[in-house]
Nanobody, 121 residues
Framework: QVQLVESGGGLVQAGGSLRLSCAASGSIFTINAMGWYRQAPGAQRELVASITRGISTNYADSVKGRFTISRDNAKNTVYLQMNSLKPEDTAVYYC???????????????WGQGTQVTVSS
């Protein structure tokens, strides 16, 4: 069984910073891309940032220059450093990882449970 556990969400004032973490655990053979998505009330889930195993990154235009994604392959963990937060960043943030478990030949997508980020104006 594979699990993704997120931490680091909370309430912050506009202009502040938060750091999200997501640790993958369980019967992991290899992890390919990892990423963060978010979903605001009444909106669709959207990609915030992603990172390959080779550390190539991709960001949504709305967060470029403010958010930084990174990963520690030895710890099976991905991070999202969020600076200069805006009220429109308020959402539930979900971790995603493309993982091949030890019991499968195939890579599948796993999701964390989500962590709330609220930015007050």
């Amino acid at each position: 069984q594979v699990q993704l556990v997120e931490s680091g969400g909370g309430l912050v004032q506009a202009g502040g910073s938060l750091r999200l973490s997501c640790a993958a655990s369980g019967s992991i053979f290899t992890i390919n891309a990892m990423g963060w998505y978010r979903q605001a009330p009444g909106a669709q889930r959207e990609l915030v940032a992603s990172i390959t195993r080779g550390i190539s990154t991709n960001y949504a235009d709305s967060v470029k220059g403010r958010f930084t994604i990174s990963r520690d392959n030895a710890k099976n963990t991905v991070y999202l450093q969020m600076n200069s937060l805006k009220p429109e960043d308020t959402a539930v943030y979900y971790c995603n990882a493309e993982i091949r478990s030890t019991s499968s030949f195939y890579v599948r997508s796993y999701w964390g449970q989500g962590t709330q980020v609220t930015v007050s104006s």
